[in-house]
């Protein structure tokens, strides 16, 4: 009998203990991989090229259903979109050639999930996909409703590392993304007539304190202290607040995945700090990296 046909050379991960013999548990996602569903896995995930996440469960499965409607891929006879292995922690939605989930709110859940979809599309032999954030933002000196498309990510220092600590180190990861990316996602934003900019990003660990919002539970600085903040990050070419980019950055800069981070702003943070938009007007926000992503991955999908 010819031996099985294992997946190609891992190019997406650095980790020598991942290899195609030893069985890996995707804990969180809940599904396995090993010698014996090998096949199966490549089959299910090989031709992964777009993998698509975002902060809510919700916007991303309505975004599986758009893209499967942009990208004309029926279901079989019968069969809904149905989520992929365990939902307790993320949903994973497969739709032709995109993979979609989402990464909850934080770094740390980005994190983990990053890890687990990238080991699964390296045990698929999936080769070259292209990851893409796409989520909601606070705007630095830019109106609600503006399209930014990431050029980096920065930490509180407004520098563009992010910094693990890793068995009592802290390594410091490099926190940029694709810039041609970026260019093509901002020249789609233009096509559609979407208010866009390309701008540095400022990543979080808290929505409140961190972000400098005077409406938390705690505050315990002056209105003049958050607005000397804005204003340099402002300066320093920040166009966004979030809570995910530059971890989202490092990861796929430190395994050459090509990686694009586009989130709309709620609101433009030098003038409040309360999402006080109704509903309708977030909504039409909140669709607007999902347009402006289905016209690019419809347009590069045509092309390849
Ligand atoms: C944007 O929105 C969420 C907080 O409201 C968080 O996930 C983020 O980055
Ligand atoms: N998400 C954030 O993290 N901050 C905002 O201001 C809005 C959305």
Redesign the pocket.
């Known amino acids: 009998m010819a031996p099985l046909e294992l997946p190609s050379a891992h190019h997406h991960i650095c980790n020598d203990n991942i290899t195609p013999d030893a069985p890996d548990v995707l804990y969180h996602l809940g599904l396995s991989y090993s010698k014996s569903n090998c096949c199966e896995v490549a089959s299910i995930f090989g031709d992964v090229k777009f993998f698509v996440c975002g ?1 809510s469960a919700e916007r991303m499965k309505n975004f599986a259903h758009k893209i499967a409607e942009k990208l004309q891929i029926e279901t079989p006879f019968g069969y809904a979109l149905a989520p992929i292995g365990s939902t307790s922690r993320y949903v994973i939605y497969k739709v032709g050639p995109v993979l979609i989930a989402n990464h909850g ?2 770094m740390p859940s980005t994190s983990i999930l990053l890890h687990e979809v990238t080991k699964l599309l390296e045990h698929a032999g999936a080769q070259n996909a292209v990851y893409i954030r796409m ?3 606070g705007g630095v000196g830019v109106a609600g409703g503006t399209v930014v498309v990431s050029s980096e990510g920065l930490n509180h220092e407004l520098r563009a590392v992010h910094q693990i600590p890793i068995l009592g180190k802290v390594h410091e990861r490099v926190a940029t993304l694709d810039p041609a990316i970026a260019l093509e996602i901002a020249a789609t934003c233009e096509a559609l007539g979407l208010p866009h900019t390309i701008g540095k990003t400022l990543s979080c660990d808290d ?1 409140y304190e961190e972000q400098g919002r005077l409406d938390g539970a705690i505050c315990e600085y002056t209105n003049e202290d958050k607005m000397a903040f804005l204003q340099a990050a402002y300066d320093a070419g920040t166009r966004n607040i ?3 980019a530059r971890m989202f950055a490092a990861f796929t800069h430190k395994l050459n995945i090509p990686a694009a981070v586009v ?1 709309v702003t709620l609101l433009n943070r030098l003038d409040g700090d309360q999402i006080t938009q109704p509903h309708s007007v977030l909504e039409s926000y909140d669709e607007r990296p999902m347009a402006v992503l289905l016209e690019y991955i419809k347009a590069k999908t045509t092309e390849m």
Do not use: I, K, Q, R
């Open positions: 902060g709110m934080g989520g909601t933002s929505f979030e809570m995910e989130c």
